[in-house]
């Protein structure tokens, strides 16, 4: 019942608001996280953020350029991606459950969102 949006093609140092909205399912009452994945490789964990307490969560190497945030109003979670490089390039989805903090064990994906940076 996710679905991503805001995907595109962006230059590098550029930026992209990608949105993950829901039918069916109240975000707010969820954790909510980011992965990626290039073809051939590992899905990786981006970022995610705590319903309960609002706490976020970073990997390394989009820490300080990525932001997760909320829109609880319009049941969205944003993941506002700036400074972008080539290696950001990566299918993007997001994902929801309902207990436990982390990039781990999640229930809900939606189909994921095509990012490519290049010149």
């Known amino acids: 019942p996710l679905v991503e949006s805001g995907g595109g093609l962006v230059q590098p140092g550029g930026s992209l608001r990608l949105s993950c909205s829901a039918s069916?399912?109240?975000?707010?009452?969820?954790?909510i996280g980011w992965f990626r994945q290039v073809p051939g490789t590992e899905r990786e964990g981006v970022s995610c953020?705590?319903?309960?307490?609002?706490?976020?969560t970073y990997s390394d190497s989009v820490k300080g350029r990525f932001t997760i945030s909320r829109d609880n109003a319009n049941n969205t979670v944003y993941l506002q991606m700036n400074s972008l490089k080539p290696e950001d390039t990566a299918v993007y989805y997001c994902?929801?459950?309902?207990?436990?903090?982390?990039?781990?064990?999640?229930?809900?994906w939606g189909q994921g969102t095509q990012v490519t940076v290049s010149s």
């Open positions: 994902a929801a459950k309902s207990s436990g903090f982390g990039l781990y064990n999640y229930d809900y």
């Open positions: 953020t705590s319903s309960s307490d609002g706490k976020t």
């Open positions: 069916g399912l109240s975000l707010d009452r969820n954790n």
